[in-house]
């Protein structure tokens, strides 16, 4: 399988605990995003790198999530003392110029 | 009010219908347009870009007005396997980050 792979699926933990989910792109695509999305809702973009630069962030990013990209190639997300509201499903997507191509998706319940 | 405004639904339409999304862009400053299908808790996935010449692909088509920022899909020819949430996308000029609507519920019964 070639495409945007995540893990974990899915992830459930009790409020206060720290989470952090990964994301593999597709090998050629410098270009990797997360978005949130909760139910209902369209997704939300989070973060934006190009290769191992975060050139952008949300202010959907409070300081408790924490996105690296250390070689340019998976990425992974933190999401400090989680709290009710980040429940959610988290989206990875990757891109080698414009059409971005997303991932499974980690969905985590917070307790 | 949110940058990019879809209307909910759900339609709810027969197999061989024609049905039409609806989408209203607020920020000027988005460049390309596209439509994401997404099913039922699965990740969104591109179905086509939109552009200002209309494009079709099959059944669908696409449109963008840009002077009243306004985004049509048109399925012609529902099929059951249309069911689905779809998702209006725009992109802006100078970052490289999508908006999404809150997407469109539809669901072809037979």
């Known amino acids: 399988d070639t495409g945007v792979s995540q893990n974990p699926r899915h992830k459930i933990t009790k409020r206060g605990q720290n989470v952090t989910f990964r994301c593999d792109p597709i090998?050629?695509?410098?270009?990797l995003y997360w978005y949130r999305q909760t139910l209902g809702q369209g997704p939300e973009f989070l973060t934006y790198?190009?290769?191992?630069?975060?050139?952008?962030k949300s202010r959907l990013l409070s300081d408790r999530f924490s996105a690296e990209r250390p070689k340019g190639s998976f990425s992974t997300l933190e999401i400090q003392r989680t709290e009710q509201g980040d429940s959610a499903m988290y989206l990875c997507?990757?891109?080698?110029?414009?059409?971005?191509?997303f991932g499974p998706g980690t969905r985590l319940l917070v307790l | 009010r949110k940058e990019v405004e879809q209307d909910p639904g759900p339609f709810n339409v027969p197999e061989g219908a024609t049905v039409a999304f609806n989408c209203t862009y607020s920020n000027s400053a988005s460049q390309s347009f596209f439509w994401y299908r997404q099913d039922c808790r699965k990740e969104p996935k591109l179905l086509m870009s939109v552009y200002s010449s209309g494009n079709e692909d099959g059944r669908f088509t696409a449109q963008l007005n840009r002077a009243s920022q306004y985004i049509s899909l048109l399925i012609r020819d529902s099929k059951l396997s249309d069911s689905a949430t779809y998702l209006c996308v725009a992109r802006h000029y100078n970052t490289d980050k999508l908006i999404f609507g809150t997407g469109t519920r539809l669901q072809v019964f037979p």
């Open positions: 090998s050629e695509h410098n270009r």
């Open positions: 997507a990757s891109s080698p110029q414009e059409t971005q191509y």
């Open positions: 790198f190009q290769n191992e630069a975060q050139l952008e």
